[in-house]
Structure formats: structure tokens, C-alpha cells
């Protein structure tokens, strides 16, 4: 059973641009949430999808986006980055009928 | 507001020694508990959650854990460590946020150094 795939693994975009990360959940998984990890704040919680709908939006400003579709993958999207932006972006898979999930290699972003 | 509180920041003990990492956390309601470990540049893996039952739950890699409810605490132990368990270890709670969703609040993670 493959586990949850992230894509790419590491990124380097430019202050002001636009990113767009990847995530595959484990088959028959429907949801997936989204996790911020930066040296400073630690692992939080950017939002949740299930079933191709936001369940669940932590404390992120509106330039965090994201959305699933229908074969539960989920894009994650930046607009506007910043340098603060830079962090460890981590993926989770669950079946979203509990607590708990599996966390992908996560994708690296670099905004210089 | 649900919180953890990992005290330890670093830990380093022998190879063959015996581990315990402390976990503290707040949540109003029961708790859904978790530990997972971090290697280096990646993702997080599950080593064991306790929901309810047991107080001394089992995980992979010989670890276990207690849950103590009058102390708040989650601690993880394992009788003999391994370089192998060099990582980061990181200790969540899980709390209901409505609509059916569920979001984990971490611990700011204990770095675990093994000296051969």
C-alpha cells in the first residue's frame, strides 16, 4: 500500500511568486490536511479537506489556499510569498473519521 | 485551547540506555494522544496514540507510552535505545474542531542524540 506522495520535494521560488504543492493521500483515504513546520513556530495546522470540501482552517493569512478533488489528491497553494513563507510543508492522510493521520516526506520551500 | 508541552528541547543518552521522553498537554475534553519521530529532512511517522483503554499503549520500534490523566502527561519510553532512534520525537493531541474534523496540536519536539 503506497503511502502518502508529495511533490516536488523541494522548491525555491522568489519573494512575490506563487507555489503550488502536491499531495496524493493513501488509497481510500478522504482526507487530507495541510501542516506548516518552520524552526521557529514548530508544526501548525493550515486546513482540511474531505470529500473535496474545507472541513477545517487553522490561523494562516488568505495568501494559503488549497482544494482537493475528486480522487482525493489536494493542491495547496501560496500567492504573494513571503520569506517567512520558507518551511517544511507537510501533507496528512486520513480516512477523516477520527483523529490521527500519516504524513508524507513533506515539500521544502525556499523563498529567497 | 488544546496545548502540549514537550519540556526537553535536546536529550542525549547512551546507546543501550534507557529513554524517556516527557509530554504535557491541555485539552478540556478526553484526549486523542500521539507520538511521532522525525528523521532528518523528513516527513513524520506514527509511532503510537493512545484514545482510550489501556493507559500503557504499545508502538513500533519497542517504544510505549503512559498515559497518566491526573498528571496531563504522555510520556514515551523505550528500555534500550539504539543509534537508530537518533531523531526528533514530536507529541500531538487531537482535538475535535466541529463538522467532523479533527486537527493535531504539537509539542515543539525533543531532539534525541545518541552517543555510541
Known amino acids: 500500500k503506497a503511502g502518502v506522495t508529495q511533490t516536488p520535494r523541494y522548491l525555491i521560488k522568489t519573494r512575490g511568486q506563487q507555489v503550488t504543492l502536491s499531495c496524493s493521500p493513501i488509497s481510500g483515504h478522504r482526507s487530507v490536511s495541510w501542516y506548516q513546520q518552520t524552526p521557529g513556530q514548530g508544526l501548525q495546522f493550515l486546513f482540511e479537506?474531505?470529500?473535496?470540501?474545507?472541513?477545517n482552517k487553522g490561523n494562516f493569512p488568505g495568501r494559503f489556499s488549497g482544494r482537493q478533488f475528486s480522487n482525493s489528491r489536494s493542491e495547496m497553494n501560496v500567492s504573494t510569498l513571503e520569506l517567512g513563507d520558507s518551511a517544511l510543508y507537510l501533507c496528512a492522510s486520513s480516512s477523516g473519521l477520527g483523529p490521527g493521520a500519516f504524513f508524507g516526506q513533506g515539500t521544502r520551500l525556499t523563498v529567497v | 485551547a488544546q496545548s502540549v508541552t514537550q519540556p526537553d528541547i535536546h536529550i542525549t543518552v547512551s546507546e543501550g540506555a534507557s529513554l524517556e521522553l516527557r509530554c504535557n498537554y491541555s485539552y478540556g475534553a478526553t484526549p486523542y494522544l500521539f507520538w511521532y519521530v522525525q528523521s532528518p529532512g523528513q516527513g513524520l511517522q506514527l509511532l503510537l496514540k493512545?484514545?482510550?483503554?489501556?493507559?500503557l499503549v504499545q508502538g513500533i520500534k519497542g517504544f510505549e507510552a503512559e498515559f497518566k490523566r491526573s498528571q496531563s502527561s504522555f510520556n514515551l519510553r523505550k528500555p534500550s535505545v539504539h543509534w537508530s532512534d537518533a531523531a526528533e520525537y514530536f507529541c500531538a493531541v487531537g482535538s475535535y474542531s466541529g463538522a467532523g474534523s479533527y486537527q493535531l496540536t504539537f509539542g515543539k519536539g525533543t531532539k534525541l542524540s545518541v552517543i555510541p
Open positions: 479537506y474531505f470529500s473535496e470540501t474545507q472541513r
Open positions: 493512545y484514545f482510550s483503554g489501556d493507559t
